[in-house]
C-alpha cells in the first residue's frame, strides 16, 4: 500500500513528495493523502529490529483532515495530488 501510495504521490516527506525508498529518520514529518482525509505524522523513533511494538512508540499524529465526500480534491487541487 506504501509504494502505491508513494507512486501516486500521496506522501510527502517534510514537504516534498516521497520515493517508495525513501529512507525517513528521526523528526522527519510525513503526509499522507488518502481519499478521504489527510494525515499529518511526525517520526518520533525508527525499529531497530523487527520485534513487534506498539506504533505509538514509533510516530505521533500531529493533525488530520476530514476532505468532503462529495468532492474530488485532487483533481480540483494540483497541490493535493
Not at 24 to 45: A, H, P, Q, W, Y
Amino acid at each position: 500500500m506504501a509504494q502505491e501510495m508513494c507512486g501516486a504521490g500521496r506522501v510527502l516527506v517534510n514537504g516534498h513528495e516521497a520515493k517508495p525508498a525513501k529512507e525517513v529518520k528521526e523528526g522527519d514529518v510525513i503526509t499522507l493523502k488518502f481519499s478521504s482525509r489527510i494525515v499529518d505524522l511526525n517520526v518520533l523513533e525508527i525499529p531497530t529490529s523487527s520485534k513487534k511494538a506498539s506504533p505509538e512508540a514509533f510516530y505521533t499524529i500531529t493533525s488530520e483532515t476530514r476532505l468532503p465526500k462529495d468532492k474530488d480534491l485532487w483533481s480540483e487541487n494540483p497541490s493535493l495530488s
